[in-house]
């Protein structure tokens, strides 16, 4: 682990992911990347359209690629789609590269923040909290198996959670400086 590892941000849509990683930028000039919205500027289309016309598999296949070109950058802080670490692939590229923050947040929460956003395609038509929950339970496995650590963002804010984010990460590395 160094200092200087990319940060990886994962979890459920409406997590607060981009926030968190706007945060992380500007508070210690990690420059921020949201993968979806550099997918969204290479295929010159919204996600909601690449899903439409090429379907979930194309642009989760368009996620590997992009993460495998990231993993090869230094201080990095990147917002992962939801989905991102669905595919074991994915994970080990995060985990060879980086460490893995699971942003964790309720189902209301979640609600709360998507409810009004139509930007992601696999809510669209799905905007409650049993759908919501049931999502967030089917992915959660996957979630914190590739979790170096879990970050609760319900009822905090960005720099609190920043700050935890990076104490995590800086004891972490004392311990491998120290050996203990």
């Known amino acids: ?65 992009l993460l495998k070109s990231l993993s090869n950058e230094k201080n990095l802080v990147v917002s992962c789609g939801g989905g991102t670490p669905l595919r074991s692939c994915n994970i080990e590229i995060m985990k060879r590269s980086g460490r893995v923050i699971f942003l964790t947040a309720a189902p209301e929460t979640v609600y709360e923040r998507v409810k009004n956003s139509h930007h992601r395609p696999l809510l669209e038509e799905n905007k409650n909290l049993a759908f919501i929950e049931a999502l967030m339970e089917e992915r959660k496995e996957r979630y914190e198996a590739a979790a170096d650590y879990l970050v609760s963002t319900d009822g905090r804010g960005a720099e609190e959670i920043c700050r935890e984010i990076l104490e995590r990460i800086a004891e972490e590395w004392n311990k491998t400086q120290t050996g203990k």
């Open 1 to 65: 682990i160094s200092m200087k590892d990319t940060i990886y941000l994962i979890g459920f849509m409406g997590a607060g992911k981009s926030t968190v990683a706007r945060s992380l930028e500007q508070s210690c000039g990690r420059k921020a990347v949201e993968m979806d919205e550099c997918i969204e500027e290479q295929e010159r289309m919204t996600i909601p359209r690449i899903f439409e016309e090429k379907g979930e598999e194309y642009f989760r296949e368009l996620e590997t690629e």
